[in-house]
């Protein structure tokens, strides 16, 4: 590989863009999964409850289109990213429960053979 | 070593809250072979991932040609010369050789160029050349991937388990053409669960256990005994 090639790889590494995105979005997703629920939920008794609290038609239909369905939009969004990442999470936690059952595992049977190289030894 | 091309510093990443790499350092020169091994669940193949962009580490550097490009995009650094074999090969199985060699146009290369290139490294796809991609052997496929990535001039080359599901007859010859590789100048970082198959061309070689390096030294220096530890846990 010639000087050349070198010179201009690292020329458009020089020229790359970073992201400054935080390496725990996960995290963030599931919190922000969280509060769109409770606040949905919050918005949607709100709504409801203001919509029954008045006679006017125009009032209740203010406060049922922006409180009790912009709560339940936010309720299903919510609820779909707090699902999502609880799986993830759950799912992650298997497997790292699996992986360390077969590290002891292995462990064991380490130790089992070395005891029976040692007693064959004697 | 001077001026490595590849460099990690005291790198983490995690999964979630899930730690996988706990502060790993690892430097490859112009040229050098690297074996990054390791039994399952070592945290291999999300060094890789780390390396390529698909993963930001929680903390740490990733240092590319002297600069530090922690958080780059996995294309961009891919279009710059850091091209990426992923574990499973990555070619297009409904697609002919010729057309999976056409993919590796987007680089700029002619594909006449990238043909003769390819069939003069590796005969047995000329005569592959019209034959669907996932009807080849497992060797052939694993050739077709690799003449991708060189179709692209890579100046880092990141393989994930080469060997796998291959009969080591045809993985020695695959070591072959990466040591060859490596001779034009491409820096190699290798990932292999087995050590033996790729510690013959290695320069270098790591140890990595339980998200740490364990051993790092040169590939000849690495012995059965420690890699028996690193692997059993002994």
Known sequence: ???????????????????????????????????????????????????????????????????????????????ALFIRYSIARFMRFWLVRLVHEHRSETDRVISALKEIETKLNK | MTNPILELRNIRASYGSIEVLHGVNLSIGRGEVVALLG?????????????????????????VGGRDVTGAAANALARAGLCTIPEGRGIFPNLTVRENLLMATYSGHKLSDIEERT??????????????????????????????????????????????????????????????????????????????????????AVLLAHGKVQVSGKASDIGEDVLAGAYLGS
């Not at chain 2, 009807?135 to 991937?145: A, H, I, K, N, V």
């Open chain 1, 1 to 79: 590989m010639n000087e050349d090639r070198i010179q201009t790889f690292t020329e458009e590494i020089g020229e790359l863009k970073l992201r400054g995105a935080r390496a725990d979005r996960e995290r963030w997703l599931l919190i922000l999964g969280g509060l769109g629920l409770v606040a949905g939920v919050g918005l949607a008794i709100f709504g409801g409850f203001q919509a029954s609290g008045t006679t006017n038609l125009g009032d209740q239909v203010a406060f049922l289109a922006t409180g009790t369905l912009i709560g339940l939009a936010l309720v299903i969004a919510g609820a």
């Open chain 2, 39 to 63: 039994p399952n669940g070592a945290g291999k193949s999300t060094m890789i991932k780390v390396v390529s962009g698909l993963l930001r580490p929680t903390s740490g550097q990733l240092i």
């Open chain 2, 119 to 204: 069939y003069a490294r590796f005969p047995r796809l000329s005569e592959r050349r019209t034959q669907l991609a996932g009807t080849m052997s497992g060797g052939e496929q694993q050739m077709l991937s690799l003449a991708r990535a060189l179709a692209t001039n890579p100046v880092i080359l990141l393989l994930d388990e080469l060997s796998m599901g291959l009969a080591p007859l045809i993985v020695a010859e695959l070591y072959q053409q990466v040591a060859a590789i490596a001779a034009e100048g491409v820096s190699v970082l290798v990932v292999e669960q087995f050590a033996r198959t790729v510690l013959g061309v290695a320069d270098q």
